[in-house]
């Protein structure tokens, strides 16, 4: 039996394109079923399933990473120690991300844009893979990346003159609730292994603190929420767990065998769709809410896509096309955060290189976005070919 299928990395890359993309796209007059759907509003466009794909991927890549390492002879605790490092790292990062917005520049004393390019520079010299490098030299960057987020932290203020304030968690931004997500799911696994019952168990567990959540029943933990909000929220760790329990799930049915990972997969992602209609009776559809019924939907379209794309990959061999996506989906934190430093740098300097941003055509702005994710997503190979990786 295969212990990877490229399916894996090509969806993950496939998210990571239209994250790219959709976080591109916030510009007046285009689709309104490409964009992100309003807090109260009763439905979701595309963006609104891509981060829960990649979500959904992250659970479905965690039992071939945690084998991975078992086969390379790491020990249990060696492994709980690599995930709470990575899970740390994806939270540290993530809270940084989301306080860029904040700061204020008249306190701290340096624009947003200079803090926020400093502070993703300094990720990727704590978090690159430095090969072929003296140890001494990569000492000496992943330590001046560390000093450089201590001041960079040091130096930030946000709020007003009578009322500073300083960083805080919020919501995690995206990379907090990866982490999050990823941590409950590794963890459950590294204690349940492949016993799926008690990952569906699981799975549901945290579906019902979703439903528990929604309805206002949990505010006697409300003291925990400002760290642990995320997986108490049931949510994020619910999407993973659907992506944990599916990549078990055909591991134990055998690649091999397509026809029924096929059949399984289908009905699965159907059932899942209904659900998720089923439970709009009591929760809307709605991302931003974090509700149940989107979650349920998401997942099921996140079975469906991997399914057919399983049967174009793996089973029927057309992978060419796939070299677009593959190299996002194995580099995907670099994927993620290098264009950011694009952005504040363009913003920085006021060079109109995002120009179709700026021209009244839906059909402009639309092909405009595409063609920056394709260019984030070759400009993240590019970096790759130079020696510059991010790896948790």
Sequence with gaps: MKERILTIDIMRGLTLFLML????????????????????????????????????????????????????????????????????????????????????????????????????????????????????????????????????????????????????TSWWGILGLIGWGYFTASLIYIFVKDKLLLIGLFWMFFVALNILSQLQLLSFLNPLKPVFGVVISGNTPSIVLAGLFFSVLIQKIGFSDYRKISGVGILLGIGLIILGFILRKWFIISKIQGTPSWSMICNGISVTVFVLLFLIIDVAKRTKWTALFKPAGQNSL?????PDILYYSIWMSGVPVLYYKQIDSAIVVVLGSIVWALAMIGFAWLLAKIGIRLKL
């Design 334 to 338: 670099t994927t993620y955060l290098a």
């Design 21 to 168: 993309f959709v976080n591109d796209l916030y510009m007046p007059g285009v689709p309104g079923w490409l964009g992100h759907t309003t807090a109260n509003f009763d439905g979701m466009g595309l963006a609104d399933w891509v981060f829960p794909g990649f979500l959904f991927m992250v659970g479905m890549a965690v039992p071939f990473a945690v084998k991975s390492r078992v086969r390379k002879g790491h020990s249990t605790p060696k492994i709980v120690f690599h995930i709470l490092v990575r899970t740390f790292s994806l939270l540290l990062i993530g809270v940084f991300m989301v306080n860029v917005s904040r700061l204020n520049p008249e306190l701290a004393g340096i624009s947003v844009n200079v803090w926020a390019i400093l502070v993703y520079l300094c990720v990727f010299l704590v978090w690159n893979i430095y090969e072929n490098l003296n140890p001494k030299i990569v000492y000496t960057l992943k330590t001046a990346g560390l000093a450089g987020l201590l001041i960079l932290a040091l130096v930030f203020k946000a709020g007003t003159a009578d009322n500073v304030s300083w960083l805080h």
